[in-house]
């Protein structure tokens, strides 16, 4: 079997007898492991030229050896043409270049371990945030109806079209969204986001309505791209109550699942944090498969648990220790480690796909990274 059957199969109500193998979040994987993936300049990764693309995911896809692959949007042709990155001779300085315009964009080279740029949302204060319809309205304005057709006749499909004629035929394409709730901290931040689920809920719903909207389009975009999987993140709502959750939530990523699963794709929601007392409710959302964090923060989340609470209703992804296990562990401790959460997902009804509770660190290397790939295949094999 391809990666592409294996995890095809794990969706299937008969299960797959061959676990597929993957790592959540390959571009953070990706950014921090870049000069062990390719001998290609970062920069690559930012280039308008698709041969240039396509030479640098050629050497990362094959070097981890990972059962799925991840697509985005591309630049438009119209960019393609007109966008270059130019270098000065010892590299010091790196500038996307737009030869229509003359205008110049410098490039920095993506920081280790680093937070988004948007990362000063988390210390936003309730004062600050808006708090009428009107400004969110503003400040989420773009919610018409995703237009198929311009998007395919743009060219943002050419670098997930090329990824998909190498590679399609043997890894599972996937793309990722967020939960209309989790898109609030990007409206409130931490703080503010918190403070308008206890006592605003009903601008709490009008926010996610919109989220919803953007991210119904945001799911087209990736049936257009040629994608079969849609990773759901979930952040932060371990933190809210369950009423909370199932009032604000639920409605609406049960939505997004629906509308994937009527385009033909699989839904994987990944719930981050503590799922105690709303193991009901992320349950009946319906996603093809869940995934959680691995036991960590004060809680603890036992794959052996979690097949035995989800009996087969839907595939699981394993959540095996990114740091205790991956990075810290001996290679027998993750061999054990990996027997276990194989042998969990068979009493799921083999509906199981091998993977990470969160996203593999900057102190792991590229090698132990294959390592836990081809020792998957190997015990699954096995078994």
């Known amino acids: 079997m391809t990666g592409r059957d294996k995890i095809k199969a794990a969706f299937s109500k008969d299960g797959t007898r061959e676990i597929p193998v993957v790592i959540p979040y390959e571009g953070i994987f990706i950014r921090d492991h870049w000069e062990q993936l390719t001998d290609y300049p970062w920069w690559y990764r930012q280039e308008p030229n698709l041969e240039k693309q396509i030479l640098w995911h050629r050497d990362a896809i094959n070097k981890i050896g990972q059962d799925w692959l991840s697509l985005r949007d591309f630049y438009s042709t119209k960019d393609q043409g007109n966008l270059n990155i130019q270098t000065t001779a010892n590299d010091d300085k790196v500038l996307l270049v737009d030869k229509s315009t003359v205008r110049q964009q410098k490039l920095s080279k993506p920081k280790v371990g680093g937070w988004s740029a948007g990362g000063h949302l988390e210390s936003v204060k309730p004062e600050h945030i ?13 919610v018409s109806r995703f237009d198929k057709e311009k998007f395919l006749e743009s060219g943002k499909c050419d670098l997930a079209s090329a990824l998909l004629a190498e590679f399609g035929g043997q890894l599972y394409p996937l793309c990722q969204i967020s939960s209309p709730l989790w898109s609030c901290y990007g409206l409130w ?60 939530n639920v409605p609406f990523v049960r939505k997004l699942v ?22 009901e409710h992320i349950l009946s959302i319906g996603a093809d498969a869940i ?37 810290d562990g001996s290679e027998e401790q993750l061999r054990e480690e990996i027997a276990r959460q194989i042998a969990a997902g068979r009493r799921n009804s083999s509906r199981f796909i091998m993977s990470l509770g969160s996203p593999i660190t900057p102190e792991t290397t590229v090698e132990r990274v294959r390592l836990y790939c081809d020792m998957a295949c190997q015990i699954a094999s096995a078994r």
């Open 189 to 248: 931040g931490f703080e503010g986001m918190m403070t308008m689920i206890a006592s605003r809920a009903d601008l709490v719903k009008y926010a996610c309505r919109r989220y919803l909207a953007l991210g119904t389009n945001q799911v087209h975009k990736a049936a257009a791209l040629g994608a079969q999987g849609i990773w759901i993140e979930e952040c932060l709502t371990d933190m809210i109550s369950p009423d909370a959750f199932a009032s604000l």
């Open 258 to 279: 629906e509308e994937i699963r009527t385009l033909g794709l699989e839904s994987i929601y990944y719930y981050c944090g503590n799922p105690a007392g709303k193991w």
């Open 130 to 142: 808006p708090k009428t319809t009107d400004e969110i309205d503003e400040l989420i304005s773009d």
């Open 291 to 327: 995934s959680l964090e691995e036991s960590k923060k004060g809680f603890e989340i036992d794959i052996e648990d979690v097949a035995a609470k989800v009996q087969g209703q839907c595939a699981v992804l394993g959540n095996l220790d990114a740091i205790g296990v991956l990075q």
